[in-house]
């Protein structure tokens, strides 16, 4: 079992919409959690970290449930701009090791 | 502030070829990682480096893969002998400390393609 999982998506929007997505990680020792953004063919670069009691950032909002390990993310009044793949970053505190998803990818049509 | 540096960006070779990577990280950043990303795929890590020190090379497939830090600034990444299943980005990123919050800044990548 891989041990951060992700629905691949494509989840196709129009502009405007709400989009959520989940992420489950297998390892419940984990300890620190992200979202990070990887537009076509570019690096992945951090959006979000997700805290135990959820937060937002401007449009987008990050839930980590811990009982039933997965964290979420969702996107709000989506923009074309927000088209990207969304990766699900976990991290063990004992060695800082980050562990990736596959990533989901999600496309806001005109 | 200059980002993550790598190159080249492409590399197209013949399996059975050695091939070499270089980065450059953010200056003042003591921990660099190389993952590796097939297409469809998140990164995967390939070594962790802590200064010069290799902290996590477990990934590394070591019978052809070798990696470097000199003086724990800059790091080259070298495959030899290459084979098919090597084409993928091979992704530098580096951190202030380990752990940072999470936040690992990229280098743009080394595309590679082994024919």
């Known amino acids: 079992r891989k041990e951060v999982e992700q629905d691949p998506g494509p989840f196709n929007v129009p502009e405007g919409a709400t989009v959520a997505f989940n992420c489950t990680y297998s390892?419940?020792?984990?300890?620190?959690f992200f979202w990070y953004r990887q537009d076509c063919r570019k690096e992945p670069k951090l959006l979000m970290s997700?805290?135990?009691s959820g937060n937002e950032d401007g449009r987008f909002t990050a839930q980590l449930n811990r009982a039933s390990q997965y964290i979420s993310l969702l996107i709000r009044d989506s923009k074309l701009s927000d088209s990207a793949t969304y990766l699900c970053?976990?991290?063990?505190?004992?060695?800082?090791?980050?562990?990736f998803g596959a990533g989901t990818t999600v496309t806001v049509r005109a | 502030e200059a980002g993550v540096v790598q190159s080249p960006r492409y590399k197209i070779i013949e399996k059975k070829q050695p091939v070499a990577f270089w980065c450059n990280p953010i200056?003042?950043?003591?921990?660099l990682y190389w993952y590796r990303q097939n297409l469809g795929q998140g990164p995967e890590l390939l070594i962790r480096y802590e200064n010069e020190e290799a902290v996590d090379d477990s990934q590394l497939p070591k019978d052809r893969f070798s990696a470097e830090r000199l003086k724990g600034v800059d790091s080259t990444l070298k495959i030899q002998p290459a084979e098919l299943g090597d084409s993928a980005v091979y992704l530098c990123?580096?951190?202030?400390?380990?752990?940072?919050?999470?936040?690992?800044?990229f280098g743009e990548g080394s595309r590679l393609t082994v024919l």
């Open positions: 990123a580096s951190s202030f400390v380990a752990g940072a919050g999470g936040e690992l800044f």
């Open positions: 970053v976990v991290s063990r505190s004992n060695d800082y090791k980050l562990s």
């Open positions: 200056s003042g950043h003591n921990t």
């Open positions: 390892n419940s020792a984990s300890q620190s």
């Open positions: 997700v805290y135990s």
